[in-house]
Nanobody, 123 residues
């Protein structure tokens, strides 16, 4: 199994940027497809982005396409989410997750989760 720890969240003004990191330990990170999800208060956890094991393929939710970029460094066992042009509606707790398929967009498809990092975007 793999353990995941997110960092990099914080408070930022609309239009600003943040870079989230997810550090993995345990089983080799390259064994997993990695994804970011987010959950705002009172809402269900929603898919943000996913990246293949090699990093060569990535997919994004329509709401973040063109603003967010997911990347990974398997040698350093880390996954990143670069978030630009942030909007107040991006405010949520962001979680990284490990799974087996880049086709997976639902939380139930992912086996391992981090505790999350809070991102707050002020208007």
């Amino acid at each position: 199994q793999v353990q995941l720890v997110e960092s990099g969240g914080g408070l930022v003004q609309a239009g600003g940027s943040l870079r989230l990191s997810c550090a993995a330990s345990g089983r080799t990170l390259s064994s997993y497809v990695m994804a970011w999800f987010r959950q705002a208060p009172g809402k269900e956890r929603e898919f943000v982005a996913v990246i293949s094991r090699s990093g060569g393929i990535s997919y994004y939710a329509d709401s973040v396409k063109g603003r967010f970029t997911i990347s990974r460094d398997n040698a350093k066992s880390t996954v990143h989410l670069q978030m630009n042009s942030l909007k107040p509606e991006d405010t949520a707790v962001y979680h990284c997750a490990a799974g087996s398929s880049t086709d997976s967009r639902t939380p139930a498809s992912y086996n391992y989760w981090g505790q999350g990092t809070q991102v707050t975007v002020s208007s």
